[in-house]
């Protein structure tokens, strides 16, 4: 069973950084394209960052953060510098992998970043 798995949330002052990972386990074929997305309490899910061939970021986060990829190791990562607090949400992980089930998106469970002002 495929799973992506994230890590790397917590709290941080404005002005902070904070690393977050995404794994993928279980058995996959092909890894298309991997992103974050955020969800912050009473909004609707938004995109951070995206990395298929070529890296793509809200304008909220240009500059600030970064998205990267080790394809060996099947893991995604964003780095997020000088954090404030309207960054506060779940942040999420999605990939578009081709498995034996065939090509579909995957979520994970999602990991908390809280930034205090």
């Known amino acids: 069973q495929v799973q992506l798995v994230e890590s790397g949330g917590g709290l941080v002052q404005t002005g902070g950084s904070l690393r977050l990972s995404c794994v993928i386990s279980?058995?996959?074929?092909?890894?298309?394209?991997m992103g974050w997305y955020r969800q912050a309490p009473g909004k609707q899910r938004e995109l951070v960052a995206t990395s298929a061939g070529s890296t793509n970021y809200a304008d909220s986060v240009k500059g600030r953060f970064t998205i990267s990829r080790d394809n060996a190791k099947r893991t995604l990562f964003l780095q997020m510098n000088s954090l404030k607090p309207d960054d506060t949400a779940v942040y999420y992980c999605n990939a578009d992998l081709s498995t034996r089930e065939g090509r579909r998106y995957y979520w994970g469970q999602g990991t908390q970043v809280t930034v205090s002002s």
């Open positions: 279980g058995s996959i074929f092909s890894i298309y394209a």
